[in-house]
């Protein structure tokens, strides 16, 4: 069974590059010695890909996911082709166009195919309106897999996504699919700049950092790994029985 994780927002500045990284990172740990196939979707910034393109474990396809066909297809056709346990897409900003062009389809192609997938959708939001009107629009287009909305509290307190926490016929659709709200903790901000400026993966950050700063991401990881844990926890678990 291959772990098919879409990590997504549909706008820019959200913080969907900072979970993809820090999801691999996770992966990394948690299964160690499984391949991880990274689906880098943003040409204009690909800092998730540029990452991890020499890093052992870690495979990188770059695709466009505009409204064509084509780079829906040849995504489709990279996790057809892997033999790696875990996919990870870090979607573009401004994708909205792209699902509701070939969501649809693109969903359909992995899961009534012969594929064995577990498709699980990150959705990163802010706290203004506009997260919760796009993910309303993927939902539409995106109807079975499971998806999570994830408050990124660098944007404030949980309970200050006022727009999401009012939006009660998105909380029913993804709590019948059996999604999960899940909180992702603000990482320091001296800490992000060195991950963004000096390309450094979280699994080497520690090297760079003095004590008080690497206490303070040893924290935020395991934080992190709490979070992620609700999700891919059950999943490991489940292939052991």
Same mark, same amino acid.
């Given at each position: 069974?291959?772990? %098919?994780?879409?990590?997504?927002?549909?706008?820019?500045?959200?913080?969907?590059?900072?979970?993809?990284?820090?999801?691999?990172?996770?992966?990394?740990?948690?299964?160690?010695?499984?391949?991880?196939?990274?689906?880098?979707?943003?040409?204009?910034?690909?800092?998730?890909?540029?990452?991890?393109?020499?890093?052992?474990?870690?495979?990188?396809?770059?695709?466009?996911?505009?409204?064509?066909?084509?780079? +829906?297809?040849?995504?489709?056709?990279?996790? !057809? !082709?892997?033999?790696?346990?875990?996919?990870?897409?870090?979607?573009?900003?401004?994708?909205?166009?792209?699902?509701?062009?070939?969501?649809?389809?693109?969903?359909?192609?992995?899961?009534?195919?012969?594929?064995?997938?577990?498709?699980?959708?990150? +959705?990163?939001?802010?706290?203004?309106?506009?997260?919760?009107?796009?993910?309303?629009?993927?939902?539409?287009?995106?109807?079975?897999?499971?998806?999570?909305?994830?408050?990124?509290?660098?944007?404030?307190?949980?309970?200050?996504?006022? #727009?999401?926490?009012?939006?009660?016929?998105?909380?029913?659709?993804?709590?019948?699919?059996?999604?999960?709200? %899940?909180? #992702?903790?603000?990482?320091?901000?001296?800490?992000?700049?060195?991950?963004?400026?000096?390309?450094?993966?979280?699994?080497?950050?520690?090297?760079?950092?003095?004590?008080?700063?690497?206490?303070?991401?040893?924290? +935020?990881?395991?934080?992190?790994?709490?979070?992620?844990?609700?999700?891919?926890?059950?999943?490991?678990?489940?292939?052991?029985?």
């Amino acid at each position: 069974m291959k772990n %098919l994780t879409y990590v997504g927002g549909s706008k820019g500045g959200t913080g969907k590059s900072l979970v993809c990284m820090a999801l691999i990172d996770y992966v990394r740990k948690t299964f160690p010695g499984e391949e991880i196939l990274l689906i880098e979707t943003d040409s204009s910034n690909p800092d998730v890909g540029r990452l991890y393109k020499n890093r052992n474990g870690v495979s990188i396809r770059g695709v466009s996911l505009d409204d064509t066909e084509k780079g +829906w297809i040849r995504m489709t056709d990279h996790i !057809d !082709d892997t033999s790696a346990k875990h996919i990870i897409i870090n979607s573009m900003a401004a994708s909205n166009l792209g699902i509701q062009a070939q969501g649809e389809l693109f969903e359909q192609s992995i899961m009534d195919s012969s594929l064995e997938v577990n498709f699980n959708v990150l +959705w990163i939001m802010n706290r203004n309106k506009d997260s919760v009107t796009l993910l309303r629009d993927f939902l539409n287009y995106i109807k079975r897999a499971v998806v999570h909305p994830v408050f990124n509290l660098y944007f404030g307190k949980e309970e200050e996504f006022l #727009f999401y926490r009012s939006s009660l016929d998105v909380h029913e659709i993804i709590a019948d699919r059996g999604g999960q709200e %899940l909180i #992702f903790p603000n990482l320091n901000d001296l800490i992000a700049d060195k991950v963004y400026t000096e390309d450094i993966c979280f699994e080497e950050l520690p090297s760079h950092l003095k004590l008080g700063m690497r206490t303070s991401l040893d924290r +935020w990881l395991n934080t992190v790994k709490q979070t992620f844990d609700a999700i891919y926890a059950p999943l490991a678990l489940k292939e052991t029985v």
